[in-house]
């Protein structure tokens, strides 16, 4: 997490009083101090994509920012890839070596048989010469996909939404795809969500997909990107800034009767 400037106290006495500064110092360990009012509300600073070529089989996959990060800020990753032969263990490095904590990961069984899983690495080192190159490590499989995101302006760990499948038998619809309700306080203001919503059973697949392409962002909601085209655009990235206490929502909405997966955090 980031850590704020540890302050020591420096005494001064002028005319008969005392005066007693607080001057900012180097301090490490420590929890970080909610956010107050004034700190900078989170963002996003940019992000990169990476797929496999449709059916082709692969292991490990890397994808590297487009700029050079910066120091104390966050990296949320989210990845996608067929579980049809059983759910895969994933884990994340990069070349900085900042440690990645796995936030959630869910499967949506037949017929899509595809994970989502998302991950963060909070206070990294940052970059000085080239970009950071983050890698996904998992078993040998296809239709694999990544999503790098670095946010600025982040003070704690993040909150979690509850990851949601929703099997065939969903119609489309308007507002109808989401993760589950973040719940944020006031002391946890401003903040950013983000979600990644995927259509598991749309596009072309292993299974066979059904056509369709991937969800839109729901009212409220700003679309970044779209993602991972395997016959169309499968997964929609997008944000929500949160400025006070509310049960935040990652909303989306369903294009056809498809499977969906969805998963979001609330970084602050």
Known sequence: M???????ETTYSILGLVLVLAVGGCGGGGSSAPPTAGDPAPKL???NTFQTTGPAFAVNSSVQFKSLTKSGDTIWVAATLSDFA?????SVTDTQGNVYTLLDQENDGVPGT?????????NIVGDTAAPDTVTVVWSN?????I??????GTTAAPLVGHAAKIQDGLSGGTNNVTSGAVNVTTARTPALLVAVSMNTSGGASDTGGSGFGGPTAGSGMTQVATLWNWGTELATFA???VTSAESA???FSAPDLDSYVTVAAVFH
């Open 2 to 8: 980031k850590l704020r400037p540890r302050l020591r």
């Open 45 to 47: 600073a940019q992000m």
């Open 86 to 90: 059983g759910a895969h263990t994933i």
């Open 114 to 122: 595809q994970t989502l899983a998302h991950f963060y690495a909070a």
């Open 141 to 145: 499989d296809n239709y694999k996909g």
């Open 147 to 152: 999503l790098i995101a670095e946010i600025s």
């Open 239 to 241: 944000t929500l800034p």
């Open 249 to 251: 929502t990652s909303v």
